[in-house]
């Protein structure tokens, strides 16, 4: 089993693990800060997500800033010549874009993991089949090595591997983050019921947001 699969399988007991299975979920309960495990002292905390710099379909830099105080959003990692679960992703991705796209408070970021192909222009043609707006979805390059660290901050991964199909090894989760750089939960991507349960999430988050004033 390569580093990738063993990243896709425990990729939620590490996300749940302070929280028993047996333990009712409660419909009304917030949403709580997913922790991640700190390489240096070996315990679970509050984690946000570091700064980043990219570039979008429309050549305009995304940042932190792009989304913090203002709008939670949706991440994940694919390529566009993915010949296995990027297509299904998308599609439940797009299901939630359809969902949100009148709500200025939520908004989608996307990153290409194979950057010698999804240049600019070719993630702007992505986008525009797909028959998305920009200040809605971003789809972003830059750096490689930018773009594999950050996926470990998602607590995903991406990984250039010649054996495998397409070229890469990359999680299917997408990620729910908050207005304030945080992991509020995540879904296997190419299951719908599970994104469909993720757009329950989202409505919650945005709940205690206007519940807070």
Same mark, same amino acid.
């Given at each position: 089993m390569n580093k990738f699969w063993i990243l896709y399988f425990s990729f939620p007991i590490?996300?749940?693990?302070?929280?028993?299975?047996?333990?009712?979920?409660?419909?009304? #309960?917030s949403l709580p800060i997913i922790k991640k495990l700190d390489k240096?002292?070996?315990?679970?905390?509050? /984690?946000?997500?570091?700064?980043?710099s990219f570039i979008n379909q429309d050549s305009q830099e995304v940042?932190?800033?792009?989304?913090?105080?203002?709008?939670?959003?949706i991440a994940d990692f694919f390529f566009i010549h993915c010949p296995t679960i990027c297509p299904k992703v998308k599609r439940n991705m797009k299901n939630m874009y359809d969902y949100f796209e009148d709500n200025d408070e939520v908004a989608?970021?996307?990153?290409?993991? &194979?950057?010698? /192909? &999804?240049?600019?222009?070719?993630?702007k043609r992505y986008a525009e089949a797909l028959g998305v707006e920009t200040n809605k979805w971003h789809f972003v390059t830059g750096e490689k090595a930018e773009i594999y660290e950050i996926a470990e901050d998602y607590n995903s991964? #991406?990984?250039? &591997?010649p054996t495998a199909p397409g070229g890469f090894d990359h999680s299917g989760y997408i990620?729910?983050? &908050?207005?304030?750089? /945080?992991?509020? #939960?995540? #879904?296997?991507?190419t299951d719908k019921d599970d994104t469909d349960r993720l757009i329950v999430d989202v409505e919650k988050l945005l709940k205690e947001y206007k519940d807070e004033g």
């Open positions: 590490l996300l749940f693990a302070c929280t028993p299975k047996e333990k009712p979920v409660d419909e009304n #309960a240096e002292t070996k315990e679970m905390v509050e /984690h946000t997500i570091r700064p980043f940042t932190n800033a792009t989304f913090l105080g203002e709008r939670v959003y989608f970021l996307s990153h290409s993991i &194979d950057t010698r /192909h &999804d240049t600019v222009p070719a993630l991964s #991406a990984l250039e &591997d990620i729910l983050i &908050d207005k304030k750089g /945080h992991i509020r #939960a995540f #879904a296997r991507g």
